[in-house]
């Protein structure tokens, strides 16, 4: 069974006891949020993140492969953020 990164994250959540919205760090600079200085992440826990494998040929050539790694990732909650 694939475990998605919301049920990852929904997981956490529910054994941390958090109840507010969370995201990385760079997740709440997208939505154009910063996060306070001094702030500690609530919960680390390992993600899916999309990478590019770069293979080079011996002709020359360059292939590109798609895969999906397990990073840590830290999250911190909607209140931490200004």
Known sequence: M???N????ATARMIHG???PVDT???WNRRGKSIKAGSKA???TAIWKP???KT???EGGVTYTKKLML???CFFGLSQTV
């Open 2 to 4: 694939a475990t998605t």
């Open 6 to 9: 919301r049920e990852i994250i």
């Open 18 to 20: 958090i109840n507010e």
């Open 25 to 27: 760090l760079p997740g």
């Open 42 to 44: 609530l919960f680390t």
């Open 51 to 53: 990478c590019q494998i």
């Open 56 to 58: 080079e040929n011996p």
């Open 71 to 73: 990073v840590n990732a």
